[in-house]
């Protein structure tokens, strides 16, 4: 990976200069619409309680240390720390318990009576990002799944969609709007849902997503940390992110949050995921 960035000689420094200008553009953007600071405006944005935000930042170490205990070192290659490492204890798992998209469905459809009840209702196609929603004028959820992901990833992004499916059909019988209740809420109740199935398929498998939470709350320490203090060292400031993150990393340098598409072009998308998985979380400790 090392060999493929210098042989396209990626234009760090300049990329890193222009970032830098997008954060004190948003910045500014938050404060022009009289909002204190950036969190404000993202707190707002999502519905989240500003309560619950302090006490994610309070705990966050904690938080750390809860994900980090259910990870196992076996499960992790060689390049797993390093600037451009695939650090993913999902594709590292010995055995996976699917073959393919099909039994997932089949899976979660035998251990929900909602997805068993409206399945016909469900349309499942490829696209070049998952996510999932409900068409009013045809009467149908759309759950859409990236393409470019390979089968464990796919898979567990299909059992969070379908997670979202069931907390949809469940306020629309208890007559609420999801949209009107927030990201943050709505996050939170399908994360609820999504481990309740990943513990009842496997432990080991359940295990492993503590190891996307981290890659979460990773973006999202690196993105207050940015906003916070833009003109700094962002490879570094990325490195200690991580490290802060993951146990026995001891970065110094990383230049790869350029191509985290999330950071670079929707900042801040992933903080009502990050807050729903603390109180997941939070409920553990």
Do not use: M
């Amino acid at each position: 990976r090392n060999d493929v960035w210098n042989k396209l000689k990626v234009p760090y420094e300049n990329i890193e200069k222009s970032f830098i200008g997008l954060v004190n553009q948003g910045n500014k953007s938050c404060l022009s619409n009289e909002f204190k600071t950036f969190i404000d405006y993202y707190l707002e944005l999502y519905k989240i309680p500003k309560s619950i935000y302090k006490n994610f930042i309070k705990n966050f170490d904690q938080t750390i240390e809860t994900c980090n205990s259910y990870l196992s070192a076996d499960n992790t290659t060689n390049d797993f720390y390093t600037e451009f490492g695939n650090y993913c204890y999902l594709c590292n798992l010995k055995e996976f318990p699917f073959t393919d998209l099909n039994e997932v469905k089949h899976y979660i459809s035998g251990n929900s009576k909602i997805i068993d009840k409206y399945k016909f209702k469900i349309d499942i196609v490829f696209d070049n990002s998952s996510q999932s929603g409900y068409i009013k004028e045809t009467d149908r959820f759309v759950v859409k799944i990236n393409k470019n992901k390979n089968l464990r990833h796919q898979s567990i992004d299909l059992i969070h969609e379908l997670s979202h499916v069931i907390h949809r059909i469940k306020c629309y019988q208890k007559s609420i709007l999801p949209e009107e209740k927030g990201l943050y809420f709505n996050e939170l109740e399908t994360t609820k849902i999504e481990s309740k199935l990943l513990k009842n398929i496997s432990l080991l498998l359940y295990n492993s997503i503590f190891g996307e939470f981290l890659k979460v709350f990773h973006r999202v320490l690196f993105e207050l940390e940015v906003y916070s203090k833009p003109n700094q060292n962002l490879a570094t400031a990325y490195a200690l992110t991580f490290n802060k993150c993951f146990k026995n990393s001891n970065q110094i340098s990383n230049r790869s949050f350029i191509l985290d598409e999330a950071i670079i072009r929707n900042p801040f998308s992933t903080l009502p995921h990050a807050i729903a998985q603390y109180k997941i979380i939070n409920q553990l400790i």
